[in-house]
């Protein structure tokens, strides 16, 4: 029985040849149309690693030019599955004086269009990297001449993680279908929201309005992130309504991996339900990959899935997932140009 749920109906997933197009019209030549794809979110284990690779893989087979980051620092296993030599250069050289350009870190892997920038052996300790450091190496990622950069930031919610997550133009959260990787998710959800609001505060300088509203907590009935978002707007809808579009441009997604049933697979549906009536905020389902003996037969060949059996379903699943991605950041950016 097929129990894998797409949230998508067939119009609105692309193919191959379709993503081959979006990914010229986000060609490498316009850099500012660049996307940084983050997936983050749950413990190890869940997949964060299954889907960077092959979500990057897709891209690239496409033909658009990818560049793969390991922040998952401590647990870096991207170059393995990508046949990565060890270099001799990872991420905290950004850092160094002799290197001028952040292209000098990326290797390539064995897969045409696809580069890597290791994070293994690294000496950085993201979860603990300086203000300053951070900003620089969000800028450096930000000058990568790629079309898609894609972020395996690893377990965790350190504020630099989550820095990195809401920096990124798509948020992917990845969870397995059991009630502690969900409230993991949660909890990762909610750390972030409050980073990016303060984020919002400082660019929309809204401080003193949220801080007016958090202290009035009790008595306006605040018992939510949502209820704080309504009160906001409530307050002022003119600046409420662009804290809440800004906390949308999370532009969060959600994956469900290692699904056994087809209730397993509507759990991405509950939890994008709980995110709007919670936090106030959309989340993507994106939909389910299967349990599948092949993902962890293809991570002892130390060979991505789409690599060592390229017809494998779960293969084609993530393609969909990609394709919905591009086309949706494709009509963002087409919307965008027509209003300048
Ligand atoms: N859909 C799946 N079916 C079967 N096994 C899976 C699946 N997804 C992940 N795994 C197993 O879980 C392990 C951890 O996956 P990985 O992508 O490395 O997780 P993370 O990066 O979140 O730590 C893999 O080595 C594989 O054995
Ligand atoms: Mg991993």
Redesign the pocket.
């Known amino acids: 029985m097929d129990h894998n749920i797409n949230t998508k109906t067939e119009e609105e997933t692309i193919t191959s040849t379709s993503i081959h197009q979006e990914s010229k019209l986000l060609g490498s030549n316009k850099s500012s149309y660049k996307q940084i794809l983050a997936i983050g979110g ?1 413990k ?8 960077t690779a092959n979500f990057a893989i897709t891209l690239a087979r496409a033909g658009a030019k990818v560049t793969l980051v390991d922040l ?1 620092l401590g ?1 870096a ?1 991207l170059h393995t599955c990508l046949g990565v030599e060890m270099s001799s250069r990872t991420l905290s050289d950004v850092f160094s004086s002799d290197i001028e350009n952040i292209e000098d870190l990326c290797a390539p892997t064995i897969v045409p269009n696809l580069q890597l920038i290791s994070g293994a052996h690294d000496s950085l300790n993201a979860a603990n990297l300086p203000h300053a450091q951070k900003q620089k190496l969000i800028q450096r990622l930000q000058q990568l001449k790629s079309d898609y950069v894609i972020l ?1 930031l690893g ?1 965790g919610t350190s504020f630099n993680t989550l820095d990195f997550f809401i920096a990124a133009d798509v948020g992917i959260l ?1 969870v397995l279908p059991e009630p502690t990787s969900i409230e993991n998710a949660y909890r990762f959800i909610k750390s972030a929201f409050y980073r990016k609001l303060k984020n919002i505060e400082h660019q929309l300088d809204a401080r003193e309005l949220v801080d007016k509203i958090v202290e009035k907590k009790e008595e306006l009935g605040i018992k939510t992130p949502a209820d704080l978002l309504s009160a906001i707007e409530n307050e002022s809808s003119d600046l409420g309504g662009k804290v809440r579009l800004a906390m949308n441009e999370m532009n969060l997604k959600l994956v469900v ?2 699904t056994r049933t087809g209730t397993d697979a509507e759990i991405g549906f509950g939890v994008k339900n709980v995110c709007k009536k919670y936090f106030g905020i959309n989340v993507d389902y994106l939909g389910n ?5 092949a ?2 037969q293809s ?1 002892r060949r130390r060979k991505p899935l789409a690599v060592e059996f390229p017809t494998n379903p ?1 293969v084609a699943t993530m393609q969909k997932m990609v394709g919905h991605i591009v086309a949706e950041q494709a009509e963002k950016i087409k919307n965008e140009k027509s209003y300048e």
């Open positions: 749950g190890g284990g869940v997949g964060k690693t299954l889907v998952d647990g296993n395996d377990a990845v991996n290692q990959l299967e349990y599948d003996s993902v962890w991570v779960l």
